[in-house]
């Protein structure tokens, strides 16, 4: 079965903090990808990143770093020197190669505070 | 990146009728297409898994007859919830995957549905 665990409802920083959030996945499968997604207020769902399972390497895209280590199952994403505007909810998602559907964390609703 | 595209984004029905979704691929042509709900504050739920010209694949516990799902063509999918209630009010989403790019799927803006 497939899982993923997002600990962390809720977390309220102020702005120009660094914030990290955890996802931590559960999955059988040797090849899966793994995605973090932003859902502002509007609702649409923005693709932050996808990163497949034989490429361990971190990455920083501007203010945001991801780190993914196999051997804690663990896919966590780090907003540096936060912003109001990155105030939104964070999915963390699976996928296998197996099973093509997208697994979805419940979220953590992020809160930037002036 | 590819776009996929809603219709309407927002609707408002009295109970016991009918609503039709349209997810549509703008750039792309998009086998499979995957339907999902989130209520709110809640994560999005897949409700099916849809394949162009073949029958959707529903997840547990999701009624087929009361969502419809069809996937005619390669650029178009709709979800029709029949004789809807107040508890089918909730956000949904749809998402379209290539045949090429199997790992990426592309999600739509979302339907806000409201049955009063």
């Known amino acids: 079965a497939q899982k993923v665990t997002q600990a962390q409802t809720e977390i309220s920083v102020v702005e120009k903090e660094d914030v990290t959030l955890d996802c931590v996945y559960e999955t059988r499968d040797t090849t899966y990808y793994l995605f973090w997604y932003k859902q502002p207020p509007s609702g649409e769902l923005v693709f932050l990143i996808r990163?497949?399972?034989?490429?361990?390497q971190n990455e920083i895209s501007g203010r945001y770093s991801w780190n993914f280590q196999k051997s804690t199952s663990s896919f966590n994403f780090t907003i540096t020197a936060s912003q109001v505007v990155d105030s939104a909810v964070y999915f963390c998602a699976l996928s296998a190669r197996r099973d093509d559907k997208i697994i979805f964390g419940k979220g953590t609703r992020l809160h930037i505070l002036p | 990146g590819a776009v996929v595209s809603q219709h309407p984004s927002r609707v408002i029905c009295k109970s016991g009728t009918s609503v039709k979704i349209e997810c549509r691929s703008l750039d792309f042509q998009a086998t499979t297409m995957f339907w999902y709900r989130q209520f709110p504050k809640q994560s999005l739920m897949l409700m099916a898994t849809s394949n162009e010209g073949s029958k959707a694949t529903y997840e547990q516990g999701v009624e087929k007859d009361k969502f419809l799902i069809n996937h005619a063509s390669l650029t178009l999918s709709t979800l029709t919830v029949t004789s809807a209630h107040p508890e089918d009010s909730s956000f949904y989403i749809c998402?379209?995957?290539?045949?090429?790019?199997?790992?990426?799927?592309?999600f739509g803006p979302g339907t806000r549905l409201l049955v009063l």
């Open positions: 998402s379209a995957r290539s045949g090429t790019a199997k790992e990426t799927q592309y």
């Open positions: 990163r497949n399972s034989f490429d361990e």
